[in-house]
Structures are given as structure tokens and as C-alpha cells.
């Protein structure tokens, strides 16, 4: 783990998340920064800059989570698809989000955009009850099946 990397952190319980599963090697907590709400991060706790420096049985751990975890985000939020992807763009810790997509926006590529000179915001922080109560809804589902 690395001493000042944000997800080592939330790792070792340093600095507060909503955690919504948490297992020896990976942990899943909210983004505070939620494109919809239940917008999740799963993150390997031991420190791999990149994905593709993890091994390939953690990946299949993280993503086999991703899938338990859309399976019940469809259902609590009534949308037919859930985006997963691996990112690292805001911060150098490997992590996959998970988000319900409402609409195909929701998780999408900049080639389809025409107007390439767009300026992006992140999306605003979350009151913390609001993730709290999301938190404890979606730990709730994914532990009663």
C-alpha cells in the first residue's frame, strides 16, 4: 500500500467511506462523486497503479463483485443496463466503477460526441446521508442473496 495514495487510505479504514462490501483483498464503498446514485468503486486494497498490473484472478474477483453488485443495482433502480468499467483517471490506484445508467451518458466514449472542445466537470458531492442511506440499502441487498 502506498502511504498518501487516496484509495490505500480508504483501505485501511484511514480516511471514512460508505462501505459496501469488504472482503481480504478488495473493498467497494460509494463514490462521493456519484454520476447516479449507487455510482460504486471497487478497489483492490493492495496498491496496482494500473489494471493491468493487478493478477488476472483479483480482476476476475473485482469484476465477478461488479456483477453481483449490477444484478441487484437493475432491480433497486429500475435500469436495464449497469455500466463497469476499469479506470485510474482521478486517482493512481487501480479501481472499476459500477453505475446504474439511466442514460447512455450515463457511461460513454468521447468518439460520439461531435463537439470535440468540451469542458467536463466532476459530477457534485453527495450529502453523506444520502450516501449513507444508499450505502445501506445496496449492502442489504447484496448480503441477502
Avoid at 17 to 30: T, V, W
Avoid at 62 to 67: A, H, K, S
Avoid at 70 to 85: E, I, N, P, Q
Wanted: hydrophobic share 40%; with cysteine.
Amino acid at each position: 500500500m502506498s502511504d498518501n495514495c487516496l484509495f490505500c487510505r480508504i483501505a485501511r479504514h484511514e480516511i471514512p467511506a460508505h462501505i459496501i462490501h469488504e472482503d481480504d483483498r478488495l473493498m467497494a464503498f460509494l463514490d462521493i462523486q456519484p454520476v447516479r446514485p449507487g455510482h460504486t468503486l471497487i478497489i483492490p486494497k493492495q496498491h496496482y497503479p494500473y489494471y493491468e498490473d493487478m493478477p488476472a484472478d483479483l480482476a476476475g474477483h473485482i469484476v465477478n463483485l461488479g456483477q453481483k453488485l449490477g444484478r441487484h443495482m437493475k432491480r433497486l433502480y429500475g435500469v436495464d443496463r449497469v455500466g463497469f468499467a476499469f479506470t485510474g483517471i482521478h486517482v493512481a490506484h487501480t479501481h472499476a466503477h459500477v453505475i446504474p445508467m439511466h442514460h447512455p451518458q450515463d457511461v460513454t466514449s468521447t468518439q460520439y460526441i461531435e463537439q470535440q472542445d468540451l469542458t467536463f466537470r466532476m459530477p457534485p458531492q453527495a450529502p453523506q446521508e444520502a450516501l449513507a442511506a444508499t450505502a445501506a440499502q445496496l449492502r442489504g441487498e447484496l448480503y441477502a442473496s
